[in-house]
Protein backbone atom coordinates (compact mmCIF):
# COMPACT_ATOMS: atom_id res chain seq x y z
CA UNK A 1 0.00 0.00 0.00
CA UNK A 2 1.40 3.30 -0.99
CA UNK A 3 -0.01 6.45 1.16
CA UNK A 4 -1.31 9.51 0.27
CA UNK A 5 -0.88 11.00 3.85
CA UNK A 6 0.55 14.29 3.60
CA UNK A 7 -0.72 14.81 0.12
CA UNK A 8 -3.70 16.49 1.50
CA UNK A 9 -4.54 20.13 0.35
CA UNK A 10 -4.99 21.57 4.09
CA UNK A 11 -2.65 21.02 6.59
CA UNK A 12 -4.86 20.28 9.21
CA UNK A 13 -6.91 17.13 7.29
CA UNK A 14 -3.06 15.58 6.74
CA UNK A 15 -2.56 15.66 10.29
CA UNK A 16 -6.12 13.86 10.61
CA UNK A 17 -4.83 11.70 8.48
CA UNK A 18 -1.45 11.12 9.86
CA UNK A 19 -3.58 10.16 13.00
CA UNK A 20 -5.39 7.57 11.01
CA UNK A 21 -2.40 6.12 9.89
CA UNK A 22 -0.97 5.70 13.06
CA UNK A 23 -4.16 4.12 14.46
CA UNK A 24 -4.01 1.89 11.82
CA UNK A 25 -0.66 1.18 12.92
CA UNK A 26 -1.24 0.27 16.52
CA UNK A 27 -3.78 -2.12 15.00
CA UNK A 28 -1.73 -3.74 12.85
CA UNK A 29 1.20 -3.75 15.71
CA UNK A 30 -1.46 -5.60 17.94
CA UNK A 31 -2.36 -8.15 15.25
CA UNK A 32 1.40 -8.74 14.57
CA UNK A 33 2.28 -9.38 18.50
CA UNK A 34 -0.59 -11.65 18.64
CA UNK A 35 1.29 -13.55 15.49
CA UNK A 36 4.85 -13.56 16.43
CA UNK A 37 7.02 -16.18 18.04
CA UNK A 38 9.59 -14.31 18.53
CA UNK A 39 9.89 -13.19 22.20
CA UNK A 40 12.46 -10.25 21.14
CA UNK A 41 10.28 -9.28 18.04
CA UNK A 42 7.36 -8.85 20.28
CA UNK A 43 8.77 -6.80 22.81
CA UNK A 44 10.30 -4.68 20.23
CA UNK A 45 7.03 -4.65 18.48
CA UNK A 46 5.25 -3.41 21.66
CA UNK A 47 7.62 -0.48 22.02
CA UNK A 48 6.87 0.57 18.18
CA UNK A 49 2.58 0.02 19.07
CA UNK A 50 3.68 2.84 21.96
CA UNK A 51 5.63 5.08 19.98
CA UNK A 52 2.45 5.35 17.57
CA UNK A 53 0.12 5.49 20.29
CA UNK A 54 2.17 8.66 21.78
CA UNK A 55 2.25 10.12 18.09
CA UNK A 56 -1.78 9.82 18.07
CA UNK A 57 -1.71 11.72 21.42
CA UNK A 58 0.81 14.11 20.13
CA UNK A 59 -0.90 14.81 17.48
CA UNK A 60 -4.65 14.79 18.85
CA UNK A 61 -3.44 17.72 21.62
CA UNK A 62 -2.30 19.51 18.39
CA UNK A 63 -5.86 19.58 16.83
CA UNK A 64 -7.19 20.66 19.92
CA UNK A 65 -5.16 23.53 20.39
CA UNK A 66 -6.31 24.49 17.06
CA UNK A 67 -10.06 23.92 17.64
CA UNK A 68 -10.13 20.57 15.64
CA UNK A 69 -11.64 17.15 16.15
CA UNK A 70 -9.22 14.44 16.39
CA UNK A 71 -9.70 10.81 15.04
CA UNK A 72 -10.93 8.53 17.36
CA UNK A 73 -9.79 5.19 14.98
CA UNK A 74 -7.87 4.26 12.31
CA UNK A 75 -9.35 4.54 8.36
CA UNK A 76 -11.57 1.32 8.18
CA UNK A 77 -10.13 0.86 4.52
CA UNK A 78 -5.88 1.45 5.12
CA UNK A 79 -6.23 -0.30 8.70
CA UNK A 80 -8.25 -3.15 6.71
CA UNK A 81 -5.18 -3.34 4.16
CA UNK A 82 -2.33 -3.21 6.59
CA UNK A 83 -3.81 -6.11 8.70
CA UNK A 84 -4.23 -8.20 5.87
CA UNK A 85 -1.08 -8.20 5.02
CA UNK A 86 0.15 -9.40 8.91
CA UNK A 87 -2.77 -12.03 8.90
CA UNK A 88 -1.72 -13.32 4.97
CA UNK A 89 2.28 -13.41 6.84
CA UNK A 90 1.13 -15.29 9.84
CA UNK A 91 0.38 -18.54 8.41
CA UNK A 92 4.25 -18.83 6.70
CA UNK A 93 6.13 -17.63 9.72
CA UNK A 94 7.63 -14.48 12.23
CA UNK A 95 9.79 -13.42 8.60
CA UNK A 96 6.86 -13.12 6.58
CA UNK A 97 5.66 -10.84 9.33
CA UNK A 98 8.56 -8.69 9.81
CA UNK A 99 8.18 -8.19 5.70
CA UNK A 100 4.37 -7.06 5.94
CA UNK A 101 5.24 -4.99 8.74
CA UNK A 102 8.40 -3.34 7.11
CA UNK A 103 5.94 -2.46 3.96
CA UNK A 104 3.64 -0.88 6.53
CA UNK A 105 6.52 0.93 8.10
CA UNK A 106 7.55 2.58 4.51
CA UNK A 107 4.16 3.85 4.39
CA UNK A 108 4.37 5.77 7.93
CA UNK A 109 7.82 6.97 7.25
CA UNK A 110 7.07 8.68 3.86
CA UNK A 111 3.90 10.38 5.81
CA UNK A 112 6.12 11.78 8.28
CA UNK A 113 8.18 12.89 5.85
CA UNK A 114 5.98 14.56 3.59
CA UNK A 115 4.77 16.27 6.68
CA UNK A 116 7.81 17.45 7.67
CA UNK A 117 8.48 19.33 4.48
CA UNK A 118 5.35 20.84 5.40
CA UNK A 119 5.26 21.57 9.23
CA UNK A 120 6.05 25.48 7.79
CA UNK A 121 2.26 26.21 6.77
CA UNK A 122 0.89 25.55 10.86
CA UNK A 123 1.96 28.36 13.25
CA UNK A 124 1.96 26.42 16.35
CA UNK A 125 5.87 25.91 17.33
CA UNK A 126 5.12 22.45 19.16
CA UNK A 127 4.00 20.83 15.66
CA UNK A 128 7.51 21.04 14.23
CA UNK A 129 9.05 19.14 16.19
CA UNK A 130 6.14 16.43 17.09
CA UNK A 131 6.46 15.55 13.30
CA UNK A 132 10.29 15.85 13.50
CA UNK A 133 10.42 13.31 16.40
CA UNK A 134 7.53 11.37 14.75
CA UNK A 135 9.66 11.04 11.60
CA UNK A 136 12.87 9.48 13.70
CA UNK A 137 10.81 7.23 15.36
CA UNK A 138 9.69 5.98 11.70
CA UNK A 139 12.84 5.88 10.36
CA UNK A 140 13.94 3.63 13.89
CA UNK A 141 11.17 0.97 13.34
CA UNK A 142 11.88 0.66 9.46
CA UNK A 143 15.62 0.30 10.13
CA UNK A 144 15.44 -1.73 12.89
CA UNK A 145 13.00 -4.31 10.79
CA UNK A 146 14.98 -4.15 7.48
CA UNK A 147 18.27 -5.25 10.23
CA UNK A 148 16.15 -8.01 11.70
CA UNK A 149 15.33 -9.24 8.10
CA UNK A 150 19.29 -8.80 7.36
CA UNK A 151 20.45 -11.13 10.17
CA UNK A 152 17.64 -13.86 8.70
CA UNK A 153 19.04 -13.30 5.42
CA UNK A 154 22.49 -13.89 6.03
CA UNK A 155 21.60 -17.24 8.78
CA UNK A 156 20.09 -18.61 6.01
CA UNK A 157 16.58 -18.39 7.65
CA UNK A 158 15.49 -15.49 4.58
CA UNK A 159 16.01 -16.37 0.65
Known sequence: ?????GNQT????????????DYDAVDTY???IEKLK???YKDKFYE??????????QLSAFLARNNEIAPT??????DLLMKAKVEGASFIGDKDILKAMLSN????????ERMNKRVKESSDQKIAKIIADG???????????QNELEKLKHSGELS
Open 105 to 112: EEDTVTAY
Open 48 to 57: FKGDHNQHIK
Open 30 to 32: KLA
Open 10 to 21: KFIDAIKELIEL
Open 135 to 145: WEDEKRHKNWI
Open 73 to 78: EPDKTK
Open 38 to 40: NLE
Open 1 to 5: MVTNV
